[in-house]
């Protein structure tokens, strides 16, 4: 599931994530956010997935909950934060074919969509 967001907050996508992480039985596995922010021109990219509910003093569960595990940023300039973004195959796929690899953004890419993108949006 990809959730963009131009009018809505950040809040709110990350509400998106989790309700699609817990209200779709089991069948989304990762939802990936985009929020874009004209005020700073700015560019922020989540990905939720659902992880083992963990506490130190109970033993593990089969408890998930909506985790975010990566946050990117792409400022005005086209600098990108904790690159590369990567999508596991296997949240995306119930069958993953032999070879297949994780879905994998570098930097660069993410700068270049950037550029790309406010160009158009101008």
């Known amino acids: ?3 963009v967001g131009v009018l ?3 809040n709110i996508l990350r509400y998106d994530a989790r309700w699609w ?4 039985g089991g069948h989304t596995n990762i939802v990936v956010i985009i929020s874009i922010r004209r005020s700073d021109r700015s ?7 659902r992880m083992p509910l963990t506490h130190p003093t109970r033993p593990t569960s089969n408890v998930t909950v909506p985790t ?3 946050r990117v940023l792409i400022d005005q300039n086209s600098n990108v934060t904790c690159a590369p973004l990567i999508i ?3 949240k995306l796929l119930d069958t993953v074919p032999p070879g297949a690899n994780n879905l994998t953004f570098n930097s660069t890419a993410m700068g270049t ?10």
């Open 1 to 3: 599931m990809i959730e």
């Open 8 to 10: 809505e907050s950040i």
């Open 21 to 24: 992480l817990l209200n779709s």
């Open 43 to 49: 560019i922020v990219i989540g990905r939720w997935e």
């Open 68 to 70: 975010k595990v990566q």
């Open 88 to 90: 596991p195959i296997a």
């Open 113 to 122: 969509f950037a550029n790309d993108f406010w160009s158009v949006a101008q």
